[in-house]
T-cell receptor, first 114, second 118 residues
């Protein structure tokens, strides 16, 4: 069985400081992992994905994530937060077998203080 | 520009009524999906369709129905049997056939419909 846990429901950082959004997963297979961003009342946009290639994945808008199998983690980071980064972020795990086996985390709301 | 269009953006329904949410894509994608999003929760799969005239139940299909008469369109009907329909509904599509690997090739999401029961 697969699962994904986003460890923080809300993270608040000051503009210009680093961002860390935490995600842990469990999967019986070699999973693919994703981070999506959702701005208020909008659809989800893919930030980055890990599909068994390089463990450090770079995405859009300066975000990156590192797949750590030993820690079953896929944390999302950004060196310097921007006001436009304020949004909801979802960690997603998929074993590739079926659409119903795509599991979305409960989300982390990122707030940016001026 | 190619994309997915969901309409309406906001929808109000009286208890006991059926309502239909529209989802249209011009990406020539084979697979389409409906998800429900509730506050503090991730997305949950309602229905998905791999090809025209075929669809499968997701994790929370009870109280919902869909059709896929055209490749471009995948409307979702929220019936009166859905006990708690107030939620944000997201439609998505992908180029391939509705397997989990589709996420690797990229889902495209619509901008959502917020349904409120009054």
């Amino acid at each position: 069985a697969q699962s994904v846990t986003q460890l923080d429901s809300h993270v608040s950082v000051s503009e210009g400081t680093p961002v860390l959004l935490r995600c842990n997963y469990s999967s019986s297979y070699s999973p693919s992992l994703f981070w999506y961003v959702q701005h208020p009342n909008k659809g989800l946009q893919l930030l980055l994905k890990y599909t068994s290639a390089a463990t450090l994945v770079k995405g859009i808008n300066g975000f990156e994530a590192e797949f750590k199998k030993s820690e079953t983690s896929f944390h999302l980071t950004k060196p310097s937060a921007h006001m436009s980064d304020a949004a909801e972020y979802f960690c997603v795990v998929s074993d590739g077998s079926s659409a119903s086996k795509i599991i979305f985390g409960s989300g982390t709301r990122l707030s940016i203080r001026p | 520009d190619g994309g997915i269009t969901q309409s309406p953006k906001y929808l109000f329904r009286k208890e006991g009524q059926n309502v239909t949410l529209s989802c249209e894509q011009n990406l020539n994608h084979d697979a389409m999906y409906w998800y429900r999003q509730d506050p503090g929760q991730g997305l949950r799969l309602i229905y998905y369709s791999q090809i025209v005239n075929d669809f499968q139940k997701g994790d929370i299909a009870e109280g919902y129905s869909v059709s896929r008469e055209k490749k471009e369109s995948f409307p979702l009907t929220v019936t009166s049997a859905q006990k708690n329909p107030t939620a944000f509904y997201l439609c998505a599509s992908s180029p391939r056939s509705g397997t989990g690997k589709d996420l690797n090739y990229g889902y495209t999401f619509g901008s959502g419909t917020r349904l409120t029961v009054v």
